[in-house]
């Protein structure tokens, strides 16, 4: 009876190594789809920044203070509501330097104000506004879409019909067709939203209204990337 089982074992065993090493791997077509979107900015990041030094840390702090709730009012009387104003960041810290000789000791205190602008018509107007209000730097603008979303959606879609379009050329360039698809992967796309430019230690003059504006949006760049692969037929 054991010798029965042993044999019935083997002979199972046997088959099982017989039928993976005759299986054969699946026959796919794998390609990457890639597109890229140009859109039209409609709001813009401007980081405004105000610095004062004194001799000391608490003087250079009130000063800082005082010129930013200037800024804050000048602001939201711009029509710049409240959820688009954030303090970024708020630094205070010694500085030193010589002059004839002598070690002059003082402290440095600096803001920065997140303003974010939802009419690109307006960003030369608030920037005076902030600059007239006490603002001695404008550390960085970035032109953003509020419809990112949709423009990311439509950008994977035509990655994918890129990919499908790719894979039936090398299929049917070998005589083959393909059939359904097999896996879709997402690849990250670093940077793929990006614009922007930055300044420091704007000098602020008088706004001439007849002027053109100063700033330029240009175009953003969504860009998606997808791999799929097809039952090759």
Not at 177 to 182: F, M
Not at 183 to 211: C, H, L
């Amino acid at each position: 009876m054991k010798n029965i089982a042993v044999v019935v074992f083997v002979c199972l065993a046997f088959s099982l190594a017989q039928g993976q090493q005759t299986m054969a791997p699946p026959k796919v077509v794998k390609t990457t789809g890639t597109a890229e979107i140009k859109v039209t900015p409609d709001k813009a990041v401007i980081q405004v920044g105000v610095e004062r030094q004194s001799a000391t840390a608490r003087s250079a702090k009130a000063a800082v203070d005082n010129t930013s709730r200037k800024i804050l009012a000048a602001l939201k009387a711009a029509g710049v509501e409240d959820k688009d104003v954030q303090t970024a960041y708020l630094e205070l810290q010694p500085t030193s330097y010589y002059e004839k000789h002598v070690r002059i000791n003082n402290f440095t205190a600096t803001q920065s104000l997140s303003v974010t602008i939802r009419d690109l018509s307006h960003l030369d107007s608030v920037m005076d506004t902030v600059m007239s209000s006490g603002a001695n730097r404008i550390d960085g603008i970035e032109y953003q879409s509020s419809e990112l979303r949709k423009y990311r959606d439509q950008a994977r879609d035509e990655a994918a019909k890129a990919a499908k379009e790719k894979a039936v050329a090398l299929a049917q360039a070998l005589g083959n067709q393909i059939g359904k698809t097999y896996s879709i992967e997402e690849v990250q796309q670093w940077g793929s939203y990006s614009y922007g430019g930055q300044t420091r230690n704007v000098m602020f003059e008088a706004p001439d209204k007849s002027r053109a504006p100063s700033t330029a949006p240009g175009q953003l760049t969504v860009t998606a990337s997808v791999e799929v692969s097809f039952d090759l037929l």
